[in-house]
């Protein structure tokens, strides 16, 4: 696939900023920008051609790789990747140049600012991903499909796992059957929780037994072809009044936040809408985290889906919604979907039922 499309929104900004280059050395970013996968590369984009810098261990990588309309250099002269663009950039006779401040090191920045005119920038390409083509959309699904069937595996485990199934078996398996069902890795380390250790939101799974009438947490992630996905579901293994009293009530404030969400509402709206269902029972004070992230190329992205977050929402946005409520001593609940942002609502991605 082409990214001179990508790109071409980069040089529209360069003219609306009156910069004549704008390089990001940062891995998500110029794996959009070139098609490139390698670790570390300097990408630049001009008004004009773009080019890839690349060290001698990616030159076959980045020819297989890369869009024929962008010029891979080299660093087979042992200078180092940094030098390099910094020559290119002179010999191209660049005098200014935009950064991104949200990457760059400040090591970097300052040797830069050594030979040209630095002008740093935020999220200027993490504003472009936020929104996502078709074939983007695609991955995500197909990432997205792979963690619900192991979670519908992983929830079979539950029900026969009483006073035998431990979290960190059950996040293993988990792990493990994410690759054989063909992702191409885990969009981060699986979390499996039990009883009370579901009230603290980022559990690291132990040796804890499950047993009956526990609250469950379990959220996780497969990559394909370098795009994320993120799914959560709750449950309780036997009965639990107070499980199920919390549970309509998180699942209230997630469905009402998926409705708020459409082309044009301000980012922080859907999570101020969530904060007013558990506002109206009591319980604003145990959601302790925003409602949900942007994900794509990283599993974190923009929009940011917080009291934090900025802009508005647009088309083709793909964000994860979120809620959940945690109380020491009793336990947490947390349901996750991904949904894409359209003009008129959402279309939910996640199909898994809850
Ligand atoms: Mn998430």
Do not use: W
Not at 51 to 80: C, F, H, M, P, W
Not at 198 to 206: G, K, W
Not at 323 to 329: A, D, K, R, S
């Amino acid at each position: 696939m082409s990214t001179i499309g990508r790109r071409t929104k980069v040089k529209e900004f360069l003219h609306l900023v009156d910069i004549e280059a704008f390089i990001t050395n940062y891995r998500p970013n110029f794996m959009y920008l070139s098609g490139f996968t390698g670790s570390t590369a300097f990408l630049i984009i001009t008004g004009d051609k773009d080019y890839i810098v690349v060290d001698g261990r990616y030159i076959l990588r980045a020819k297989n790789e890369v869009d024929d309309d962008i010029q891979i250099v080299d660093t087979l002269d042992k200078s180092s990747l940094i030098k390099k663009t910094r020559d290119l950039l002179k010999d191209l006779g660049i005098g200014t140049i935009g950064i991104e401040k949200n990457n760059l090191r400040v090591s970097d920045y300052l040797f830069f600012s050594e030979y040209f005119d630095v002008k740093p920038f935020n999220y200027v390409i993490e504003s472009i991903r936020s929104e996502k083509d078709r074939d983007e959309v695609e991955k995500i699904k197909k990432a997205l499909l792979i963690s619900e069937r192991v979670l519908q595996e992983a929830e079979a485990k539950l029900y026969e796992g009483v006073g035998k199934l431990s979290e960190i078996e059950l996040a293993n398996f988990i792990k493990r059957r994410i690759i054989e069902l063909g992702a191409n890795g885990l969009a981060f380390e699986p979390i499996v929780a039990f009883g009370k250790n579901t009230a603290l939101p980022h559990y690291t799974p132990s040796d804890n037994i499950l047993k009956e009438g526990d609250f469950v947490i379990i959220d996780m992630g497969a990559v394909v072809d370098q795009y994320h996905s993120d799914i959560t579901r709750s449950f309780c293994i036997g009965k639990n009044s107070e499980f199920e009293r919390l549970y309509k009530i998180v699942l209230e404030a997630q469905i009402a936040s998926i409705e708020s969400i459409r082309a044009g509402v301000p980012v922080k709206n859907p999570y101020i809408v969530a904060t007013k269902v558990f506002e109206k029972y009591g319980l604003k004070d145990y959601f302790t985290h925003g409602l949900g992230h942007g994900v794509g190329l990283e599993i974190h992205e923009l929009p940011s889906m917080s009291a934090a977050g900025f802009g508005f929402l647009k088309n083709n946005n793909v964000l994860t919604v979120e809620p959940g409520i945690y109380l020491p001593e009793i336990g947490g609940i947390r349901i996750e979907d991904m949904v894409i942002v359209e003009d008129n609502g959402v279309n939910i991605l996640t199909r898994y039922p809850k």
